[in-house]
């Protein structure tokens, strides 16, 4: 896979939120860049959402669906949005993330 985007040593996701259908999550994070922890907001795709969930899950953390907040309009359009912290037990910190799609937007 190739890398597209990688600019930080640790990758802190705090909470994700989306509108199914859409193609790409809106996620509050972290970033750790030469010794400074940067607030961030990154608009990226479902599959580096995935990724990240992934990697999680493989160092031992369960994702506890439970703690996923749907928000239904009734019309067909439905918010799914989450904490981290709820739905793994803890904080998290991803060493060397690196996205492999294109990042939509990225603020601090």
Not at 10 to 29: I, M, P, R, W
Not at 48 to 58: E, G, V
Not at 71 to 85: A, R
Request: glycine content about 6%; aromatic content about 10%; proline content about 1%.
């Amino acid at each position: 896979m190739k890398t597209v985007f990688s600019i930080y040593k640790q990758l802190k996701v705090n909470e994700v939120s989306y509108e199914t259908g859409d193609d790409f999550v809106t996620a509050h994070c972290e970033i750790k860049m030469d010794g400074k922890l940067i607030p961030t907001k990154i608009q990226m795709s479902h599959s580096d959402l995935n990724r990240i969930i992934s990697k999680i899950i493989a160092l031992g953390h369960e994702f506890k669906i439970e703690h996923v907040n749907h928000l239904d309009f009734g019309n067909g359009t439905e918010i799914i949005d989450y904490k981290f912290e709820n739905v793994f037990g803890e904080d998290i910190c991803l060493d060397n993330f690196q996205f492999t799609q294109a990042i939509r937007q990225i603020r601090a």
